[in-house]
């Protein structure tokens, strides 16, 4: 990534514009793929504020993260594409993206499978004394599983530099959390292990970068776990298998004109409009879009031209020895 | 069922039945309710009411327990695994309690608990969703395992299995879920092994959708094949595979899993010790590699076995 | 099988019978832990002294032809308890074929009509309470009995949470002994208190000093009457002192105050109760647990390993 003008608004588009290229090219990705449109601000606010020691654990739902880190688009859409240019040369696909030059080393689509080995990273950190933080993201269902709550539990006992940030695309049910949990809020769940919880509107750029921005510094000052809810809209074209995207290739011009009830929800529309309310010159915007598009372009083609994974690969890199 | 169901339909239609049938059958899950990724239990919840079928959180241990406690309470539970992947986060419950209550209480309890799952590659989904994990559960005494292969060997193993006093297993094949092929002997017990062709020359065993494979590889090889579906993957039962060997002397044990995996081991080991007089060659055995599964097109394809695969091992064994 | 009445007519706690109860309970336990010190019963037995008070406060209140109680590790005052025939206990926990499981399933793995099973692994009995639950008939509950172990545990949270939100009618007991295995509550989690969880789930919680047989049959009672009327589950912390180490054999040194037996004692005393009657009942008691063993041992014939494949399942397969 280039130094930018807005760097917040470059990091959420790089997200957005690899997901709906990725969606036009559905039928060219073998197996199932989920994307991160809608909560790209989350994504630029971790970004913005992870340093090179921290470690980001993801999940399924990584594009966006990915993205707004500076990982190369190119390799990126070569793993979910099955080429040889990924960073797995195609044995992870979309489901195990990683960059560990990036701090993502690995990524887990066991539904909160992640968050313990981030658990382990920050706690040997502490123990080595070394820099560093544990980012670990799931989504709201994963709340569900024991594991999670096994997680607040040790964090908070050994005091670990982990934040966890929690992407909710669910809405609350009937006095309660979501539908599938009972808890009157899920910032409880955490609290209850008494990691200090924080939730902010994640279609709000700014909200969710002070969000972030606040829970890091805590936890670098050495305070221990901390917990964020980013709560976002859901998407109308995320589906159980592949996405869609109902809604077209957003404009920038629809933060003013919004097309979609959507729209008023979209992360990127409202970092749009705060730019604009701030004097930015729409034009200057739409280069900034323009450019992030054409890197997106390039970058499918490159991973669509590369070869496919060669088969020798698959059963590489098993065990670290013999 | 209806004659053109394909698998998964014939198994909803057997859930459906069993609920019909029995008030005690209850159906637990992600997703069941809606219907689930594909589409096992659509239209039940609307039939039978959200009482008997229930969704749940993403929590298998814990619903997998419910399970248990469901059977002790005198259900008949249906659980859904998505992914036998998953079965990871639910051993406990279902490796410690399901298949070792009979045997801990002395006999008092039993556990009629029905867990269907999917398993298999070709979906490029990776590592966590691709796995046969068919071993895993066969060496755990007290469970039983099903694997269906037709649509109506699924609805006769949903109905045994819902029947059935004991923890059942029924794990399908992906590769088969919207198959509508059917195969000799499709009338007959899902408990037990089933010759699908005859043959003089070699034996193949094979599971799940290896079974259509061997079948396609039969009919290409030269030697005369004999073709047995498994069927039931635990307890073993060699007889069967005795039975042909007693004519074919040449064994080939074709299954999907990483070659470290426990289910050919077991077939083989236990024919090896019964049936070490019937062989006139080594018996060969057909796995995946000892890897993980890989997501891209190409590495999945490479792991996965196909027909020739198939073929060349029966020629191989032929030549001893 | 019903458990033994510890209330009066009017059914509060019969304080005297409580007594005797728990008498019973803590001498079988006496004479398990010298059965173990001399060989006679091999096995890791976890056992219950200090706990009598909630085993028997909490049976008192429930009707055990249609509740079910799911017991942890350390069982066997639950089952006693409950009225589960002390014999059949001890033939089990002596590998008996006539025991509670025919030998099968020993100390860990107990189980019964009323008390439904025991467990090895922690909490790995509540979520199939929860189950259990689903299908009780109206008015019924289910008792979950839990240590303060479990509650670290991801099975604890995902239990209650599924418990919550399809509103069963679970209690949830917690012994809080404030030791999990070998290490102190501290050293498990930054949270003091179990009955906190309550609030976290939405439903009724409450604690209780567990070395105090009539306050837990009161918090229980009040806990488990909407409970029976359909409005969900509740949870119950209830506070005893761990008085022997984790396991029979424990080379660690542990100390524990608070003996619920002397706690009822010296009620009874206060009420005008000879402290010799009492002290001679606990002698009794021992003798008679003491000669149960040994009667076991002489008596009960040994588990045959010749049933064992025949155990595995209800119906074999071909």
Partial sequence: MTASTWPRLERMLRGRRFDERLIDVRERVTGVFHVGIGQEATAAAIAAVREPDDVLMLNHRSHQHLAANGTDLAPMFAEILGRDLGPLRGRGGTLHLCDADRGVPYTSSMVGGGVPVGLGVALAKRRRGEPGIAICCFGDGALGEGVLHECFNIARLWDLPVLFVCESNSAPAAGQATASQSAGALTDLPQAHRVPASRADATDPSAIDDAVRTAVAAIRGGGGPRFVLAQTAPWPGNATFLPTNPLGRVELSRAERPDHEWDAHDPILNEVRALRRDGADPEALRALDARVAAEVEDALRAALDAPPAPASVAFENVRASA | ?320 | ?318
């Fill in chain 2, 1 to 320: 069922m209806s004659r053109n169901d394909n698998l998964v339909q014939a198994a909803r239609a057997a859930l459906d039945d069993a609920m019909r049938r029995d008030p005690a059958v209850h159906v637990l899950g992600e997703d069941v309710v809606s219907g689930g990724p594909f589409a096992l239990t659509k239209g039940l919840a609307d039939r039978h009411g959200v009482a008997r079928v229930r969704n749940t959180p993403i929590c298998e241990g814990a619903f997998i327990g419910a399970g248990v406690g469901l059977a002790l309470a005198g259900a008949r539970p249906f659980v859904d695994i998505m992914f036998n992947d998953f079965m990871t986060a639910a051993s406990d419950q279902l490796f410690n309690n399901a298949a070792k209550l009979h045997f801990m209480g002395g006999g008092r309890y039993s556990v009629p608990l029905t867990v269907w799952t999917i398993a298999g590659a070709g979906t490029r989904w990776g590592a966590h969703h691709s796995q046969h994990l068919d071993g895993w559960f066969a060496q755990v005494a007290g469970l039983k395992v099903l694997s269906p292969t037709t649509p109506r060997m699924a609805y006769a193993s949903v109905t045994a299995a819902l029947e059935d006093p004991d923890p059942v297993v029924v794990l399908v094949d992906r590769a088969l879920l919207y198959d509508r092929v059917a195969l000799p002997g499709d009338d007959g017990d899902p408990w037990a092994p089933r010759t699908v062709r005859h043959g003089d020359d070699v034996t193949v065993v094979a599971t799940g959708r290896l079974v259509h494979l061997a079948l396609e590889a039969a009919e290409q090889a030269r030697p005369s094949v004999e073709v047995i579906d498994l069927q039931r993957i635990a307890p073993l039962d060699v007889e069967p595979i005795l039975a042909s060997l007693e004519r074919t002397s040449r064994l080939v044990l074709v299954h999907d899993e990483a070659a470290c995996g426990a289910l050919s081991a077991l077939v083989e080991s236990a024919v090896y010790e019964r049936g070490f007089w019937l062989l006139d060659a080594p018996i060969r055995r057909l796995t995946s590699p000892a890897t993980p599964v890989p997501a891209a097109a190409t590495l999945e394809d490479a792991y996965m076995l196909t027909a020739d695969d198939v073929v060349a091992a029966v020629e191989a064994v032929m030549a001893g």
């Fill in chain 3, 1 to 318: 099988m019903t458990a033994p009445d510890v209330t009066t007519a009017g059914g509060r706690l019969d304080l005297d019978a409580a007594h005797a109860q728990m008498s019973r309970v803590r001498a079988f336990e006496e004479a398990v832990a010298e059965g173990h010190r001399d060989g006679s019963l091999p096995g890791l037995l976890h056992l219950s002294m200090g706990a009598e008070a909630v085993a028997v406060g909490l049976m008192s209140v429930l009707d055990l032809e249609r509740d079910r109680v799911y017991s942890s590790h350390r069982p066997h005052g639950h089952f006693l308890a409950a009225g589960v025939d002390p014999r059949a206990v001890m033939a089990e926990l002596a590998g008996r074929e006539t025991g509670l499981c025919r030998g099968r399933g020993g100390t860990m793995h107990l189980m019964s009509e009323p008390v439904v099973m025991a467990t090895g692994i922690v909490g790995g009995t509540l979520p199939i309470a929860v189950g259990h639950a689903l299908r009780q008939p109206p008015g019924a509950v289910v008792v979950a009995i839990f240590g303060d172990g479990a509650v670290q545990t991801g099975i604890f949270h995902e239990s209650l949470n599924l418990a919550a939100l399809w509103k069963v009618p679970v209690l949830f007991v917690c012994e809080n002994n404030g030791w999990a295995e070998f290490s102190s509550r501290e050293e498990h989690t930054t949270v003091g208190g179990v009955v906190r969880y309550g609030d976290l789930y939405g439903i009724p919680a409450a604690e209780v000093d567990g070395a105090d047989v009539a306050a837990v049959a009161e918090a229980a009672a009040e806990l488990l009457a909407p409970v029976r009327d359909g409005a969900g589950p509740a949870l119950l912390e209830c506070h005893i002192a761990r008085l022997r180490p984790h396991y029979e054999g424990d080379w660690r040194e542990h100390r524990a105050e608070g003996d619920p037996l002397v706690a009822v004692e010296q009620a009874l005393v206060a009420r005008g109760v000879a402290a010799e009657a009492l002290a001679e009942r606990r002698q009794a008691d021992v003798h008679e647990a003491r000669a149960l063993l040994a009667s076991v041992l002489a008596d009960e014939p040994a588990a045959d390993p010749r049933h064992d494949r025949d155990l595995v399942f209800a119906r074999s397969p071909r």
